[in-house]
């Protein structure tokens, strides 16, 4: 069965560091790249980057560049979202999800279940 | 990068049609996808490719481009229908995700 596996919830302070995963299975880890995608509570969806496990490629939206670190490991067939410091207004719901489709044609299927990551001092 | 502008909400009786529109400066001449949020799940796609269903997804739900405006329609709404929808397409430049503001479907 395909399924992609989101770490838990979180509740950090502002400023700490943050790692959460994607456990994929049930189909080929390094021929689909991953999206993160947010959802603060209560908003729409906002697509924050993409890795191809493949070779480790990576893409940032213009939003979040500089604010977070995609990476992958194939050997457990899992992806990662990062912050080095966290503000207040990373408070949403996180979702990974695999990109199907070709160039200009993508779209993503299936989502991880999500996780909530509160930020409060 | 594209705008893709949504209706806030629709409102439909049961059985009745639910039209939910996508509107983009020339969004027919890409692909569009939607996908269905209930509340406290993940977003899962219900039409990709403009006017495709992924197996599971009853018939009732349809979609349609041209022009400036994609729709997804539901057909005889049902009470499991109410639920947020997105519509998506991929931006011409980078080849990313982009996402309408979404749109509140109520069944009355």
């Known amino acids: 069965e395909l399924k992609l596996v989101q770490s838990g919830a979180e509740v950090k302070k502002p400023g700490e560091s943050l790692k959460i995963s994607c456990k994929t299975s049930g189909y080929r880890f390094s021929d689909y790249w991953i999206a993160w995608v947010r959802q603060v509570p209560g908003k729409g969806l906002e697509w924050m980057g993409s890795i191809y496990p493949g070779d480790s490629d990576v893409r940032y939206s213009p939003s979040f560049q500089g604010q977070i670190s995609i990476s992958a490991d194939k050997s457990i067939t899992t992806a990662y979202l990062q912050w080095g410091g966290l503000k207040g207004s990373a408070t949403a719901i996180y979702y990974c999800?695999?990109?199907?489709?070709?160039?200009?044609?993508?779209?993503?299927?299936?989502w991880g279940q999500g996780s909530l990551v509160t930020v409060s001092s | 990068s594209d705008v893709l502008t949504q209706p806030p909400s629709v409102s439909v009786a049961p059985g009745q049609t639910a039209t939910i529109t996508c509107g983009g400066n020339?969004?027919?001449?890409?692909?569009v996808h939607w996908y269905q949020q209930k509340p406290g799940q993940a977003p899962v796609v219900v039409v990709f490719?403009?006017?495709d269903r992924p197996s599971g997804i009853p018939e009732r739900f349809s979609g349609s481009n041209s022009g400036n405006t994609a729709t997804l329609t539901i057909s005889r709404v049902e009470a499991g229908d109410e639920a947020d929808y997105y519509c998506q397409v991929c931006d011409n430049s980078d080849d990313h995700p982009v996402f309408g503001g979404g749109t509140r479907v109520t069944v009355l």
């Open positions: 490719e403009d006017t």
């Open positions: 999800a695999r990109v199907l489709g070709a160039a200009n044609i993508r779209w993503l299927d299936p």
């Open positions: 020339d969004i027919g001449s890409k692909s």
